[in-house]
């Protein structure tokens, strides 16, 4: 089993960065792919992003392609997500979660964190 535990939300001016985290705790760690994903308010929760076990692969919504990058250290058992140029419909709550399955469904994921708001303002 993995809890997990997101940081680092908070609220930016439109052009501004954030770096998310999400520190996880259990065993095998590394065996997870590990997503990212978001809801707004009044809207459906919506992949963002996902990065492979190792941290070589990534997949970007479009909507967030060049913009966000994803990360992992495996050692330190925590994901990062750096958020650049940050634009108000990128206010919402952000989760990470991980699976054994990569995907961009959220029922392939079995584990989640609580969530982190961000708030982009204009």
């Known amino acids: 089993q993995v809890q997990l535990v997101e940081s680092g939300g908070g609220l930016v001016q439109a052009g501004g960065s954030l770096r998310l985290s999400c520190a996880a705790s259990?065993?095998?760690?590394?065996?997870?792919?590990i997503g990212w994903f978001r809801q707004a308010p009044g809207k459906e929760r919506e992949f963002v992003v996902a990065?492979?076990?190792?941290?070589?692969?990534?997949y970007y919504v479009d909507s967030v392609k060049g913009r966000f990058t994803i990360s992992r250290d495996n050692a330190k058992n925590m994901v990062y997500l750096q958020m650049n140029s940050l634009k108000p419909e990128d206010t919402a709550v952000y989760y990470c979660?991980?699976?054994?399955?990569?995907?961009?469904?959220?029922?392939?994921?079995?584990?989640w964190g609580q969530g982190t708001q961000v708030t982009v303002s204009s």
């Open positions: 979660a991980a699976g054994s399955t990569g995907s961009s469904l959220e029922d392939r994921y079995d584990y």
């Open positions: 259990g065993r095998a760690f590394s065996r997870y792919i």
């Open positions: 990065i492979s076990r190792s941290g070589g692969f990534t």
